[in-house]
């Protein structure tokens, strides 16, 4: 928290070592937030390459209201909204291929690994937005549901229930597919 207030001062100062400072210390996080809600990974990192820009072009620190990282990811998750709007408007059929394939940010992770990810990553892209939106920002965002409430506009307990809906179908399609096998 004390390295993100000094990185944002010096931001402020203009220097950009202290932008990509913050990008490589949260991009790993970002990008995985943004995967799970826009299942695609070209989508997921222009995104973040949209967010990284208004935020290099707006840090006066007045928007930032709780700790960086909650920020930017808050961020993500308004822009990863508006992208899916804006699919939405262009396209009747809003609904993208899954995403079958493993996605590896970090090499060294095993194959069984990456496996399941796989495996929940294509659960996740079957749950309806709103409660994959609140379980990504909950379990890989890190928010608390006081957070995720504030961000979204809706009230502590519809956040658990749509976080409560999302363990509850995650759980059924994983313990399904694992019984086809």
Do not use: W
Request: hydrophobic content about 40%.
């Amino acid at each position: 928290m004390f390295e993100d207030q000094r990185l944002l001062s010096r931001l402020r100062a203009g220097d950009k070592d202290a932008l990509r400072r913050i990008y490589e210390k949260y991009i790993d996080d970002l990008l995985r937030v943004a995967i799970s809600l826009l299942s695609d990974i070209q989508s997921a990192e222009d995104c973040l390459h949209d967010v990284f820009v208004d935020f290099a072009g707006s840090v006066d620190g007045s928007m930032i209201h709780s700790n960086l990282k909650s920020y930017l990811i808050s961020c993500v998750a308004n822009r990863a909204r508006d992208q899916l709007r804006k699919q939405i408007r262009q396209s009747k059929n809003h609904r993208d291929q899954l995403c079958s394939q493993s996605i590896q940010l970090n090499p060294t992770k095993q194959l069984i690994e990456a496996e399941e990810s796989a495996r929940v990553f294509a659960a996740l892209a079957e749950l309806p937005y709103q409660q994959r939106e609140v379980f990504v920002l909950r379990v890989q965002g890190q928010m608390r549901f006081r957070e995720i409430a504030g961000l979204l506009g809706l009230s502590i307990n519809s956040v658990q229930s749509r976080y409560r809906y999302a363990i509850e179908k995650l759980r059924a399609i994983l313990t399904k597919e694992s019984q086809n096998e």
